[in-house]
């Protein structure tokens, strides 16, 4: 890939983690404690799935759907 447009692409990503940090923190005052958990039992794990280098961003997004299924559709219903 050009360097530019690995460069851009890496800023781009950076200000978007930016952005949904400042939206979750937002609303987190509004959260239910149920819902609060079930937010944490995502992104922890996503994060200690992400932390290991060696494993490939594909393997770490289909671990943690597979985990979280149950957890997303719980929210969602």
């Given at each position: 890939?050009?360097?530019?447009?690995?460069a851009d692409l890496d800023?781009?990503?950076?200000?978007?983690?930016?952005?949904l940090v400042?939206?979750?923190t937002a609303r987190l005052p509004a959260m239910s404690l149920a819902?609060?958990?079930r937010y944490f039992a995502v992104i922890s794990t996503l994060e200690a799935k992400l932390s290991d280098a060696e494993k490939p961003l594909r393997e770490v997004l289909q671990e943690t759907m597979a985990?979280?299924?149950?957890?997303?559709?719980?929210e969602l219903g």
């Open positions: 890939m050009n360097s530019a447009i690995s800023q781009q990503i950076s200000m978007t983690q930016e952005r400042h939206a979750v819902t609060k958990e985990e979280m299924a149950g957890v997303i559709l719980q």
